[in-house]
T-cell receptor, first 115, second 112 residues
Framework: NAGVMQNPRHLVRRRGQEARLRCSPM?????VYWYRQLPEEGLKFMVY????????ESGMPKERFSAEFPKEGPSILRIQQVVRGDSAAYFC?????????????FGPGTRLTVT | DQQVKQNSPSLSVQEGRISILNCDYT??????FLWYKKYPAEGPTFLIS?????DKNEDGRFTVFLNKSAKHLSLHIVPSQPGDSAVYFC???????????FGQGTRLTINP
């Protein structure tokens, strides 16, 4: 019973390049969430998706960031033209459905370093 | 605008004693609260949760207390074990929303 899977675990990009982070939710889970953790801080919500739908993107930066969760395949968080400030750990979580008390189950994270 | 605050960045407790981690929140619209535990280079792991209609929830060595009037919750771990050494995050869910709002975390160290 695999948990939430994220790849790559570590990603190094030069300023101006694109970063693509992938997340496969737990089996049977149809809801995906992305969070970002800057050094010495808590996790900050970015976006909540269901299959083929963005439900809440209130935490996404207005520019350069996008997310999708296609009908087939993993959820993708895309960061275009990365800058040093994008360096962080990006965590994906999944849940079986909406509404409390569904807890969110987290993957191991992708650590993005922008040089 | 830190809606969920964990004011103690670190806590050190003797093995076998009680660990008490605290969390304060400002948003009255939070209706569900959770505690997560995180080891280095891993994702947060769900520990225990509590609905705003309750004031206590217990699961084995872990108990969460909620004081709505004070907008305060706490996690009690008893007895504390060396494997409990980790960073603990308090999180809250706004009513009608699926996102979690996290505190900054408290690093718990259990000393033998």
């Amino acid at each position: 019973n695999a948990g939430v899977m994220q790849n790559p675990r570590h990603l190094v990009r030069r300023r101006g390049q694109e970063a693509r982070l992938r997340c496969s939710p737990m089996k049977g889970h149809s809801h995906v969430y992305w969070y970002r953790q800057l050094p010495e801080e808590g996790l900050k919500f970015m976006v909540y998706l269901q299959k083929e739908n963005i439900i809440d993107e209130s935490g996404m930066p207005k520019e350069r960031f996008s997310a999708e969760f296609p009908k087939e395949g993993p959820s993708i968080l895309r960061i275009q033209q990365v800058v040093r400030g994008d360096s962080a750990a990006y965590f994906c979580a999944s849940s079986p459905g909406a509404g409390t008390p569904y807890e969110q189950y987290f993957g191991p994270g992708t650590r993005l370093t922008v040089t | 605008d830190q809606q969920v605050k964990q004011n103690s960045p670190s806590l050190s407790v003797q093995e076998g004693r009680i660990s008490i981690l605290n969390c304060d929140y400002t948003n009255s619209m939070f209706d569900y609260f959770l505690w997560y535990k995180k080891y280095p280079a891993e994702g947060p792991t769900f520990l225990i949760s509590i609905s705003s209609i309750k004031d206590k929830n217990e699961d084995g060595r872990f108990t969460v207390f909620l004081n709505k009037s004070a907008k305060h919750l706490s996690l009690h771990i008893v007895p504390s074990q060396p494997g409990d050494s980790a960073v603990y995050f308090c999180a809250a869910s706004p009513q009608g929303a699926q996102k979690l709002v996290f505190g900054q975390g408290t690093r718990l160290t259990i000393n033998p």
